[in-house]
């Protein structure tokens, strides 16, 4: 959540579910944050993590969803990961090919989760 976009957004209406991907000392994570959208007196959209009661059931549903956008998102990240170490074994590349390897990996499924993303969001 430093400064790159969520993973994935879904939406109900004016909530929404954001993911996002972290790296930590194990590796990959992801995290989801809830949000509500709307507009205060002066017409100026804002964002809050409180919801009332008839928000609930929508937020358990979006909860629910995410659970299985998440797990999706952690299986295509070890897939490509299995990839790069199959492409590894098989040539043996220099460490700066590994690393440029890695790194157009993961382009290519950021690039996959923001197709995903235009799709979460109705585009």
Not at 86 to 104: F, H
Request: hydrophobic share 25%.
């Amino acid at each position: 959540m430093s400064g790159n976009p969520p993973t994935s957004i879904l939406r109900d209406g004016n909530l929404k579910a954001s993911i996002w991907e972290n790296e930590g000392k194990k590796g990959t994570y992801y995290t989801t944050t809830f949000t509500k959208i709307y507009e205060d007196k002066n017409q100026n959209v804002r964002e809050t993590s409180v919801f009332n009661n008839s928000d609930l059931l929508k937020v358990s549903e979006l909860a629910r969803q995410a659970y299985g956008r998440t797990n999706d998102l952690r299986q295509e990240h070890l897939q490509s990961l299995e990839v790069e170490q199959s492409q590894d074994l098989s040539t043996e590349p220099s460490q700066d090919d590994r690393k440029a390897r890695m790194k157009a990996s993961m382009q290519n499924a950021r690039a996959k989760r923001s197709q995903s993303n235009d799709y979460d969001q109705g585009r």
